[in-house]
């Protein structure tokens, strides 16, 4: 049976007062559950692969989240950026995805504007007005009365409620530095962790309103992060070279006993799953990338957390809720809609200790 686009109920900005008193709401609220969603990143409109849509669509999920490098944008150039989100609009599988689901999106560097960029991108509260202008925004959403795109959103009654929190990890995260040390077997070797506790990810704005998202009351939580939470060993960006915001994250999750929370990424150009126990906290990264274009050499690469096998068959991700059964399957999808890898999770396996 198709599924109905869940509507939109209400949307809503709270003052920081308001959150420090743990007034918390998420920003845009639906009636509907959701048993289906799907996401993606990593698409470029000119290479000219847009069957991934064909697989996508044949889920017929409710939501489906762009998660980042939705677009390769890569300029400061504000009229080039537009056409080049100009040429996503310009690809039919998309514009069927946006009128069948509700479309969520949070970006990544190359949407951004910039290549691994972070806040001193100089047009970045240009892109962002752009960014929200393309995925259509209401012009009053608290998407735009802030700086960056992070956003929450909730779906369903209690018991079937879904919370999908999207994450900016570019507006506005300082300068990391490069590896100095001769790359190690298995990686690719561009980034380490910095000790440098000044370095920030999300920003302190961005950080109030996320613990403040995790005491929204909730049965199901998806963290989307454009980059890799967990899989921090291969070189390239992640939660890991910051790894005091990395600690962060996992200790609001369990200081507000966020049950059911994991996470979903992209970036990477291959599709793995990552598992890693958080004293006793079960936590998962889903990362599905790319949705255009893959690369074998950075799927080879290691990762100790990873649960099962790397795939770099063009892909995106799907998240199916059985909530009678109280679990999860994660599965990676390609263009045909076939399911590559699939991943049985309990919610009684993602409560937090
Ligand atoms: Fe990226």
Redesign the pocket.
Known sequence: MKQAIPLLLSYLILSNAQLAQGQAEADFQYEQAISKVTFGACFNPRMQKPAIFDGILKQDSAVFVFI??NIYGDTTDMELLKRKWGKLEAVEGFRQLRDSTTLLATW???DYGVNDGGKSYAKREESEAIFLDFFKDPQDSPRRQREGVYGSYVFGPAGQRCQIILLDTRYFRDELPHTKAKKKKGTVGWYEPTEDRSKTLLGEAQWAWFEAQLQVPADIRILAS?IQVLAQDKGM?NWGNVPHEQARLFELIKKHKAHHTFAISG?VHFSELSQRDIDGYSFYDFTSSGMSHTSKGWANCVNPYRVGKAIWEHNAGLIEIDWAAESIQLSAINSNGDKLFTHQLAFAALKVH
């Open positions: 980042g490098d990544d560097d190359h454009s960006e970036d």
